[in-house]
């Protein structure tokens, strides 16, 4: 995060959540290599799982560049 986010919260807390989200998506993901093969249900859960944060992923980078775009930030 460089200094200009530091002065705007907005900004700030997008990316957080983004960061969030990805950390959340990795340690997620994990579970994947776990249960290919061993546990279907569980493999399609946590396939679902990753499906969903990456939405949530795509839509705070999009919110993060129309605030950057308006804000100018």
């Known amino acids: 995060m460089n200094l200009t986010a ?23 993901s994990g579970g994947l290599l776990r249960y290919a093969g061993v546990d279907p249900k569980a493999f399609n859960a946590t ?5 969903d944060i990456r939405v949530q992923i ?4 999009r919110l993060l560049s129309k605030h950057r775009e308006q804000h100018g930030c």
């Open 6 to 28: 530091g002065y705007c919260p907005t900004r700030r807390d997008l990316e957080e959540r983004g960061w969030n989200l990805v950390s959340r998506l990795s340690s997620v």
């Open 58 to 61: 795509t839509a705070t980078r």
């Open 47 to 51: 396939t679902a799982e990753c499906s």
